[in-house]
Every structure is written in structure tokens, then in C-alpha cells.
């Protein structure tokens, strides 16, 4: 270290410079904080860098499950996949599910027709050669469970193909 008032080569622990008589310990205390600045920002920038790639890595694991609408709040994109009727035992039944389409129609309930979300009902919608039928649920999810509540106050649960059953 030099003396910062005649730039003599002072030894290290020195109180005073023995160039010109000047103390010198606030110039230890000013590298000892210059050093610790650095350190400072060292650890800064480190955690900055992990939080930066811990939030990249959250971002696309989001991207790589809401390409199935599972994340997605739009209820007409969350609704797209197989669903499969729960009994009233609470087991799974394969043979009883509804797929929804992307485009808006669905195979499900021995027919196929239209959906689409409104108000907040979900509507379906059957055409037959001679007739249409519509049918209205108030609906919710639940978890990975679509929940469909009737008129008459039944409620019919539905799980989602490729969620824990």
C-alpha cells in the first residue's frame, strides 16, 4: 500500500507514513471497505444470476404443462383433453368420458355437438337430423376435477385424462 499524500510504499500495519508523518488508517479502513464492496457485489450479482435462471426454469415448466390448457384460466382451454366420469364411490370410471376439442366440439355422453363456455355456464349443444338440443351446466374446477352441477341440483365430477387419478 502507498501513503495516499506523498505515494511512499508503506509496510502493512503501519499507523503512520513514515514519508510525511500523516496517519494512515483511514486509508486501511477505505481499502478494507473497497474490499468488502466487491464481496458485496460478487454475492449480488451471484444471486441475481441464480434467481434470473431459478425463474427461467419455473417459466418453462409452466410453458411445457399449460401447452395441455392445465394452467390456463380460460375455462374453454382448460376444458380441451379426455374427462372421465368419477362415480359416487369416488373410482374412475373409463368407460364414461367426454373429450373436448380445441375447435369447440366434443364426443362425450353417447353424442357429439358443440360447446362453449357462457355467462359462466358451460353449454352443450346436440344436433340431430330432425332437432338440436341444449343442454346448460353451471360448472367448476376443482383441482384436477370438473365439477357439473344439473338443474334439478345433481352434480356430475369429471377427472382429467393424464392428472393423478
Not at 486501511?28 to 458485496?40: A, D, G, P, Q, W
Not at 373429450?99 to 364426443?107: A, K, L, V, Y
Not at 343442454?135 to 393424464?162: A, M, P, R, T
Request: glycine content about 10%.
Amino acid at each position: 500500500m502507498y501513503c495516499k499524500y506523498c505515494g511512499k510504499k508503506l509496510e502493512d500495519g503501519v499507523s503512520f507514513c513514515t514519508g510525511c508523518g500523516k496517519p494512515v488508517q483511514k486509508q486501511i479502513i477505505k481499502s478494507e471497505l473497497e474490499s468488502r464492496n466487491k464481496k458485496t457485489k460478487k454475492t449480488v450479482t451471484r444471486n441475481v444470476i441464480i434467481a434470473v435462471v431459478l425463474l427461467a426454469i419455473v417459466c418453462v415448466v409452466i410453458g411445457i404443462f399449460n401447452k395441455s390448457g392445465a394452467i390456463s384460466l380460460d375455462p374453454e382451454k382448460r376444458l380441451v383433453g379426455t374427462w372421465y366420469e368419477v362415480d359416487d364411490d369416488g373410482s374412475v370410471d373409463y368407460d364414461e368420458d367426454i373429450q373436448f376439442f380445441s375447435d369447440g366440439t366434443f364426443i362425450g355422453f353417447g353424442e357429439d355437438g358443440t360447446y362453449s363456455v357462457v355467462d359462466g355456464q358451460l353449454v352443450f349443444r346436440f344436433q340431430w337430423a330432425v332437432s338440436s338440443f341444449v343442454y346448460v351446466y353451471d360448472f367448476d374446477f376443482q383441482g384436477n376435477e370438473l365439477h357439473l352441477f344439473e338443474e334439478d341440483g345433481d352434480e356430475k365430477i369429471l377427472q382429467k385424462e393424464g392428472t393423478l387419478f
